[in-house]
C-alpha cells in the first residue's frame, strides 16, 4: 500500500472537528507531523525503542530483518543516547537526530514485558525522569 501525504483536512475529519486542543502522537519528521503542526502544533515525537530507522528517520520496513532490535542492552542504550544526546543510530550506521518526548515499545514484540522492565531500570539508573504524557499536553 502505497503511503498518502497526510492532510490537515484529514486531520480534521478524523477529528470531526470537536478538538482543537487535541495532542498528536506522531513520528518526528513525519507526513503527520507535518499536518499536525500545521493543524494545532500539538504533537508529541515517539520514539519507538525496539525498532530500527532508515536514513531519512522512518521505520525500517518490517520486511528488512533489522526492522526489529531483540538486543534488550543495545534497546536500552539506544534510548539512552536518544533521550541524552538527542541522536540514533540508522540501521546501516549514520547517526541523525531524534526528537522525543516519548518512547514507544510494541506491546506484541516478544519480551515486551520485560523490554519495558529492563528500559524503567537503565532510564532511572540514568538520572532521568518518568513523567506521563500529560506534561506535553497544552493546560487550558
Known sequence: MAWQPCRRRD???GNNGSDPEISFLVLPGSALEKAALARSGNVIRLFLADRGYLENGQLAPCSQPE????DLAQVVARVMRVIR?????MVRGTVIPMPEQSILIH?????????????REGITTGDVTIA????HIPGP
Open 107 to 119: 506491546p506484541d514484540t516478544s519480551g515486551a514485558v520485560g523490554l519495558a522492565r529492563r528500559l
Open 132 to 135: 506521563p504524557l500529560t506534561r
Open 85 to 89: 544526546d538527542g541522536q540514533v543510530e
Open 11 to 13: 486531520l480534521d475529519a
Open 67 to 70: 526492522a526489529a532490535i531483540h
